[in-house]
């Protein structure tokens, strides 16, 4: 721990006068402090996670799989102190007397230091901000060198989980509606392959919940969800407003989890939660987010479907007498790069507001933002109200059909009520 303390030391020097500042605070100040004042710790680290993220323009299934590392590890900190509930990964006990809130802090600092190495001197001056504020027994109790510790067994447990695994080849289908690359890129293969076998959080296997078959082709339900999509998603004369197409913009400029984070972080402060259960609250919705992803990514690849722009240029090849070809057909977004059944935002959205609607009710509101389109927001009502905008902007974007969102709901739902009836269980 040599190295630690050496570090310590320089990123507390580099905040030398703050730490003047925080010895001028009388000790009754900081010991009265309220429960919603010590869970600022952990919503100060969520933005910086999600000010990490968002520098890095970090595609969506990266940024869950950063954004659950973040949060477990902080929450296995505080939790290893706390001990209110049953432990994410890390059993081993933290140092008696050790401050919950300096361990939040330097797990967080070292998990992002490790995924984001490029943000070092913003996340030390950081840590060297969040320590000033502590009195001088928290910065001393050996929860800094605690909070590294369980980052860096949450680090080791993720270092062989799949992340970094090449995919096996992938042979593009000559079948009618499987994937076919879609422009402007006209990738080879599908992104993100490496997911459908990532190691889970939670889950016992990618595999666990699979949504059931899409619908055959020459289908009703395939024939109307056609329809939709085609009027509703083209670029040019589609049945839709103005309201519609920002909407379908705004749920896609930006990841999942920079729009519902800071949803938590927002009811962590108006429900006055303490530290340990803000710190469990974002650990639960960012594994459930996590896990969703995989799980989303194994049936992608299992299913293996065309995107609507692929099917509506190839509809006389269907089979169905209802769907009608228009080979000049675009859509309002860019078709993601990889297959269409089940859709990934809608399926994570579940599951993040799943999680937030059992702690909170689903009649809750809250306002949405998005770093990829300031000054656009979005206020909902509820959060079942958030996943039916977020299914109808896929639809609106042109990248979706309905049916695939639907199923992607139902998964990102069971994949929630399985996090929070398996991990981090009351004591």
């Known amino acids: 721990m040599s190295e630690v303390k050496d570090r310590l030391g320089r990123i507390v020097a580099v905040a030398a006068p703050a730490l003047m500042v925080a010895a001028l605070v009388p000790q009754a100040t900081v010991a009265h402090a309220s429960p919603t004042a010590h869970a600022r710790v952990v919503v100060e680290w969520n933005r910086a996670l999600l000010a990490a993220l968002t520098a890095a323009q970090a595609p969506p299934p990266p940024a869950m799989r950063a954004a659950a590392i973040v949060s477990s590890s902080v929450f296995d900190a505080v939790n290893g102190i706390t001990h209110r509930y049953t432990p994410y990964a890390v059993t081993a006990r933290a140092p008696r007397g050790a401050s919950p809130r300096a361990a939040a802090a330097a797990a967080a600092h070292r998990s992002l230091v490790s995924l984001f190495p490029a943000r070092r001197a913003e996340l030390d001056a950081l840590l060297a901000t969040t320590l000033a504020g502590l009195p001088p027994r928290e910065r001393n109790s050996g929860a800094v060198e605690w909070g590294i510790s369980v980052a860096d067994t ?68 395939y024939a109307r969800d056609f329809a939709e999509v085609r009027a509703r998603g083209a670029a040019t004369g589609a049945e839709r407003t103005t309201f519609d197409t920002e909407t379908a913009v705004f749920w896609q400029s930006t990841t999942p989890v920079v729009l519902w984070d800071p949803v938590a972080d927002t009811l962590i402060g108006r429900h006055r939660l303490d530290l340990t259960d803000a710190a469990l609250l974002l650990a639960q919705v960012n594994i459930a987010m996590a896990d969703t992803v995989i799980a989303v990514w194994h049936a992608k690849n299992y299913f293996d479907t065309w995107r609507p722009i692929t099917a509506i240029h190839g509809a006389a090849l269907d089979g169905n007498p209802r769907t009608e070809a228009d080979p000049r057909w675009q859509p309002v977004l860019v078709t993601p790069a990889f297959q269409e059944y089940p859709a990934g935002h809608p399926a994570v959205s579940q599951a993040a507001a799943a999680v937030l609607a059992h702690r909170f009710g689903d009649r809750t509101g809250y306002t949405l933002v998005s770093p990829g389109q300031p000054g656009v927001t979005r206020t909902l009502r509820s959060f079942s109200g958030g996943v039916a905008q977020v299914t109808d902007a896929r639809i609106l974007g042109g990248i ?15 994949v929630a009520a399985y996090v929070e009836a398996t991990q981090m269980r009351r004591r």
């Open 154 to 221: 949450i680090l080791a447990r993720r270092a062989h989980d799949g992340f970094t695994t090449e995919p096996p080849a992938y042979e593009i289908s000559p079948t009618i509606g499987r994937w076919q690359p879609t422009p402007p890129a006209f990738p080879p293969a599908p992104a993100f392959r490496q997911f459908a076998a990532m190691t889970p959080w939670a889950l016992t296997s990618p595999a666990q919940f699979v949504p059931p078959a899409p619908p055959g082709l020459t289908s009703a339900r």
């Open 400 to 414: 979706h059909f309905r049916f695939a969102c639907d199923a992607a709901t139902e998964l990102g739902r069971e």
